[in-house]
C-alpha cells in the first residue's frame, strides 16, 4: 500500500491524525486519543477491551465503564471509518487499530522521541492506569532513540 493511502498518525508532540488525502481528523475526546495511542503502540494495534477499560476507566464500575468504552468506541468508529479502509476495528473482546493502514510516527522514528514528547500534553486526571502506561511508553520510546542513535554513530566513529 503506498503511504498516498495511508493514514498518519503523530504520537510524538501533540496528537494529531490525518486522513490519507491529508485532512486533519479531530478527536474530541482525550480518551479517545488515548484508545488510538494506545492501540497504535500495542502489538499488533490490538488490545482486550477489559486492557482498555482498567487504564481509561479504571475507577469506575465494571459495567459503567463497558458502556463508556463502547460508547467511546461508537464515536471513534464514525470519525475514522469514513472511508473504504476500516481503521478501527472492534471485535467481541478486543479492539485493533489497523496497522497496515496508518503510519505511526512512534513506531517508524523512534528516535524523535528525544526530542518530540510522546503524546506531549495529554493529561487524564485521576487515571492512573493511563499515566502509568504513558510514563512506561515515554521510558521505552527514550530507550529505544538513544540505543538508535548510538548504533548509527558507531559506523561514523570507525572511519
Known amino acids: 500500500m503506498t503511504s498516498a493511502k495511508r493514514f498518519t498518525l503523530g504520537l510524538l508532540g501533540p496528537f494529531r491524525i490525518l486522513e490519507p488525502g491529508g485532512e ?4 474530541p475526546s482525550k480518551k479517545g486519543v488515548a ?10 494495534g ?3 477491551r477489559g486492557w482498555l477499560q482498567d487504564r481509561l476507566w479504571g475507577k469506575r464500575q465494571h459495567t459503567e465503564a463497558r458502556q463508556s468504552l463502547r ?7 464514525k470519525l475514522l471509518n469514513r472511508g473504504p479502509t476500516s481503521l478501527l476495528i472492534s471485535e467481541h473482546d478486543r479492539v485493533r487499530l489497523d496497522l497496515a493502514s496508518v503510519d505511526v510516527d512512534a513506531r ?3 528516535e524523535q522521541a528525544l526530542t518530540s514528547e510522546f503524546l506531549e500534553g495529554l493529561d487524564i486526571a485521576g487515571e492512573d492506569g493511563f499515566e502509568d502506561w504513558l510514563r512506561e511508553q515515554r521510558s521505552t520510546l527514550a ?6 542513535n548510538t548504533q548509527l554513530a558507531e559506523p561514523a566513529q570507525q572511519h
Not at 486533519?24 to 478527536?27: S, T, V, Y
Not at 460508547?71 to 468508529?77: C, F, G, T
Open 108 to 110: 517508524l522514528s523512534p
Open 35 to 44: 484508545v488510538v495511542a494506545m492501540l497504535a503502540m500495542a502489538r499488533d
Open 24 to 27: 486533519r481528523i479531530e478527536i
Open 46 to 48: 490490538e488490545r482486550t
Open 71 to 77: 460508547r467511546e468506541l461508537s464515536n471513534l468508529r
Open 143 to 148: 530507550v529505544e532513540a538513544r540505543t538508535r
